[in-house]
Structure formats: structure tokens, C-alpha cells
């Protein structure tokens, strides 16, 4: 069982950057893909970014990309995503989220049922 506690949202003006961070905890954190998805009001949940077991690999949905990175640090427990250049349209609540033990579904499909993990929540809001 993995248990996930976002941190890190804010208020933000456009163009500026942000960092959340999602600490973990239970057995084997360095065996799980970890990602972060994110819930805009009215809208379904949607992929962001995700990143391998063990870092190698990351990906990121299109409208992200260049703009945000994934990283994880596997002593720490540990998996941040750092927000730059932020605009209105990402504001939404970001959900860490985290795959079984050494599965890709997580961003193989990257739609949240295949999540089994998930954290509560951090609220990231983009002014213009």
C-alpha cells in the first residue's frame, strides 16, 4: 500500500513557476512509477507527467511539455513536479498519483483509472 501527500500549490501570476511535491510513503517507493494528474473545474482529470520506476524515462502531456519537469529522488520518498511558465489554462487542482510495483500503465495509458494510487490534492491557480 502507498500512501501520497501532495504539497506545493499556490497562487501564481502568469508566467511565473511553481514546485509541488508529493512524499510517499509504505514499502518499495523506488519500485513505482510515479505522476501527476490534474482536474480543472467542470473538466475530467488528465494526464501531466509521469516518471519510470527508476527515473530513466519521462513523459509529459503536449500541453506541458517544455515547460514543466518531472523528477523523483528515490532516498527521499519523493517525486516533485516543477511548474514553469505557468499559465491561466493550468490552473486546476494536481494530484500526485502512483502505479503498482514495477508496472507502466501509469503512463503506457496515462487516464486515471489505471491509477490505484492517489494523493489528496494541491490546488495550483494561474492568474492572468
Known amino acids: 500500500q502507498v500512501q501520497l501527500v501532495d504539497s506545493g500549490g499556490g497562487l501564481v501570476q502568469a508566467g511565473g513557476s511553481l514546485r509541488l511535491s508529493c512524499a510517499a510513503s509504505?514499502?518499495?517507493?523506488?519500485?513505482?512509477?510515479m505522476g501527476w494528474f490534474r482536474q480543472a473545474p467542470g473538466k475530467q482529470r488528465e494526464f501531466v507527467a509521469a516518471?519510470?520506476?527508476?527515473?530513466?524515462?519521462?513523459y509529459y502531456a503536449d500541453s506541458v511539455k517544455g515547460r514543466f519537469t518531472i523528477s523523483r529522488d528515490n532516498a527521499k520518498n519523493t517525486v516533485y513536479l516543477q511548474m514553469n511558465s505557468l499559465k491561466p489554462e493550468d490552473t486546476a487542482v494536481y494530484y500526485c498519483?502512483?502505479?503498482?510495483?514495477?508496472?507502466?500503465?501509469?503512463?503506457?495509458?496515462?487516464?486515471?483509472?489505471?491509477?490505484?494510487?492517489w494523493g489528496q490534492g494541491t490546488q495550483v491557480t494561474v492568474s492572468s
Open positions: 498519483a502512483a502505479g503498482t510495483e514495477y508496472s507502466t500503465r501509469i503512463y503506457t495509458y496515462r487516464i486515471p483509472s489505471v491509477v490505484p494510487y
Open positions: 509504505g514499502p518499495n517507493f523506488s519500485r513505482h512509477a
Open positions: 516518471i519510470a520506476w527508476n527515473g530513466d524515462n519521462t
